[in-house]
T-cell receptor, first 113, second 111 residues
Framework: DSGVTQTPKHLITATGQRVTLRCSPR?????VYWYQQSLDQGLQFLIQ???????AKGNILERFSAQQFPDLHSELNLSSLELGDSALYFC????????????FGAGSRLTVL | AQSVTQPDIHITVSEGASLELRCNYSYGATPYLFWYVQSPGQGLQLLLKYFSGDTLVQGIKGFEAEFKRSQSSFNLRKPSVHWSDAAEYVC?????????FGTGTSLTVIP
């Protein structure tokens, strides 16, 4: 157990729908990162939050949004889903200072039919 | 721009054989370097990391990696592979608060 909790583990939905993925970071970590891993592709950075504020944004579609709450858990909202959004979505957290190391959750596998 | 290249998409080795997985990065300064392992249905688990100092770093599960600044490389090695090492191996570079990942090398171990 890495200490980073992601729910749900699996999600099957239809095109056009909206889903929310949830992440609880490791205890003491202030940063949360979201990544997308599609079939045969590397990890694509979506967005980073630090202590409730957006810190960096990557290749995140406008249909996607995220936030980090005061208790530091984060949610990634995916709307108007398309077939191509089917992927593994990983959350990772890192510590507050110094040389950061990412600790990953087990991922949420989204299947859009 | 920062980038990480893992030239080998897939590698097959026999159990007991040695292993070397290649990783090259592009970054202007000395980055933080990482190797992660990803098993099917699992998240990425940190194998080892390099921040500074000794360029040969030891990790978990008997893995080691060597940072070579002149070659911008951080290759992962294991002297004797076990069947349980079959997995996806991902190299990563950290710069400040940002991380860049390679596309991974899939390792198959044959008995």
């Amino acid at each position: 157990d890495s200490g980073v909790t992601q729910t749900p583990k699996h999600l099957i939905t239809a095109t056009g729908q909206r889903v929310t993925l949830r992440c609880s970071p490791r205890s003491g970590d202030l940063s949360v990162y979201w990544y997308q891993q599609s079939l045969d592709q590397g990890l694509q950075f979506l967005i980073q939050y630090y202590n409730g504020e957006e810190r960096a944004k990557g290749n995140i579609l406008e249909r996607f949004s995220a936030q980090q709450f005061p208790d530091l858990h984060s949610e990634l909202n995916l709307s108007s889903l398309e077939l191509g959004d089917s992927a593994l979505y990983f959350c990772a957290s890192s510590g507050p200072t110094g040389a950061n190391v990412l600790t990953f959750g087990a991922g949420s596998r989204l299947t859009v039919l | 721009a920062q980038s990480v290249t893992q030239p080998d998409i897939h590698i097959t080795v026999s159990e007991g054989a040695s292993l070397e997985l290649r990783c090259n990065y592009s970054y202007g300064a000395t980055p933080y370097l990482f190797w992660y392992v990803q098993s099917p249905g699992q998240g990425l688990q940190l194998l080892l990391k390099y921040f500074s100092g000794d360029t040969l770093v030891q990790g978990i599960k008997g893995f080691e990696a060597e940072f070579k600044r002149s070659q911008s490389s951080f290759n992962l090695r294991k002297p004797s592979v076990h069947w349980s090492d079959a997995a996806e191996y991902v190299c990563a570079v950290g710069t400040g608060n940002q991380f860049y990942f390679g596309t991974g090398t899939s390792l198959t171990v044959i008995p």
